[in-house]
């Protein structure tokens, strides 16, 4: 397999595993939710390698279907590399914008998109499947990144999405048409694309030319390639008396008692003088697939520019700009999340932009009664004024705006989380920056076992955090330096952990005062804080 070489890959490609777990601050006043919550639908503000970092004790295999939109790297979007990797070189990329001028622009993309990449597919489902928007800038550069990342035979298409609905005739050489859609599955042999809904234009080929009670019907072939030697019968028009049989090289494509159930259930068409060559009816009452999806994501299905401008202009009517220079239109979003997901999917967006994918969502949910919920991260200041703000709206409804369907309201709610302090483990040593209970029990339920952490389990009172495959698992821990110097697992708090339930207990805290034949005894594995969280890790 064809390799991608870039300056700074090396220093790259475990940067992810570096990054530090940061808390995820709930804020009440700007979530839609009576309860916030980590399985609400979320909005997360701030930088998305730390999100999605924050993300794994909750979400990790969990996601059924990525979307992103990260920057192109046109020269023109002014992004700049912020990852703090510990390199001379790549420090002095820091804050830096990212021009036309800058020789190692693509460079400094690929090492902006393997980190993320990284973490999105660890948060992927086995049967997940990530959805990329793209140009021709970096298509090919990621075609191979992802090639190495997710692997070549994970590879499912390169969509392409008609962008504009005219050509644009002051193109120098070509009118840019289209946009890329890169699709790959985190394991292929798991996966599968749905069907999308069929059309309006689809169903319109269904007449009712004779009036049958059963509803409109189209004509379907009777005849099928080569020959058969029971495939030769006459089949007489009950109108006229005028006989038919299979042409020569041909034959009927059902038997011929079959053949006669049909003429008697009416569902054999010999046209409206009963001269015509027969056929049969299918209704469109038993029609139940949908489409399949073509490679070539035309406009009329999927939306184009203009539409997406309009769509987010109508959301926000009341401001004197677009408040979104480079929005993704509806209709192509919510098609790619019906190919790639379940009613019940988890849909993760890190590059959120103005919030599409979550309108999305909802307006599948609300189509369908799906349960669909989404992720969306933002690192832009802009995350509460556009990005949850459009949520917002059409939740709650846009009577005032000129665009009928965001009249009525959309049942829904949404989380809003900001990116807190990093949790790091050494603080507790020196006491500085201590992380809550809940936070610390995250971390470290997720880094000892694996497993999805679920935060209802947490009893403080007993300080259980949890249970894996293997343990039931306590955390002896208060955030406060005073009370740390205190704590360690006695005798007395060893006999309060509850009854032994066939699983071995363990338990972490800054110290015991138990040897290792009572631990055995206790059925309890002790691991010491903040040293020994990775001590249980499969």
Known sequence: MATLDFKGKSIIQNYHLTVKY???????????????????????????????????????????????????NTGNENWIYNDNVNSPMMQEWLGKTVDK???????????????????????????????????????????????????????????????????????????????????????LSKIEINLLPRTTEMDSRYKNPDNDPRGDWKSGDLIASEERKNGHYIVKSPKTGKEFDAPPG???????????????????????????????????????????ASSLLMYKDYGHTDEAKKEIKSIFYDSEKIPFDTPKPLKLIKNLITLGSNKDSIILDSFAGSGTTGHAVLDLNQEDGGKRKFILIECEN????????????????????TDISLNKKLNGSFSYFELGKPIEMENILSGKNLPTYKELARYIFYTATGEEFEEK???????FIGESKNYEIFLLYNPDITSLKKTALTLELANKLGEFKGKRRLVFAPTKYLDNEQLNQLKIDFAQLPFEIYKFAE
């Open 382 to 401: 802009y995350a509460e004024k556009i990005t949850s703000e459009r949520i917002k709206r059409i939740i709650e409804g846009l009577p005032k705006s």
């Open 22 to 72: 940061h808390e995820l601050l709930p804020q009440k006043s700007k979530s839609m939710t009576d309860k916030v919550s980590l399985n609400d639908n979320l909005i997360i503000h701030g930088d998305n390698l730390k999100a999605l970092k924050a993300l794994l004790p909750t979400y990790a295999g969990k996601v059924k279907c990525i979307y992103i939109d990260p920057p192109y």
């Open 250 to 292: 041909k034959h009927w494509s059902c038997s011929k008692e079959n053949m006669e159930n049909f003429l008697a259930d009416n569902r054999i068409w010999f046209g409206k003088d009963g001269t015509a060559f027969p056929s049969m009816k299918q209704f469109l009452s038993e029609v139940k697939q949908g489409r399949k």
């Open 457 to 463: 389990k947490i009893n403080e009172k007993r300080q």
């Open 101 to 187: 001028e800058d020789l190692t622009r693509h460079d400094k993309w690929l090492c902006l998109m393997t980190p993320r990449l990284k973490l999105l597919k660890d948060l992927l489902k086995e049967d997940g499947i990530i959805f990329i928007s793209i140009d021709d800038n970096e298509i090919h550069r990621l075609r191979l990144l992802m090639d190495e990342l997710f692997g070549e035979g994970n590879f499912i298409a390169q969509l392409g999405w008609q962008k504009v609905y005219s050509p644009k005739n002051q193109s120098t050489y070509f009118s840019n048409d289209y946009e890329f859609v890169l699709c790959y599955a985190k394991d």
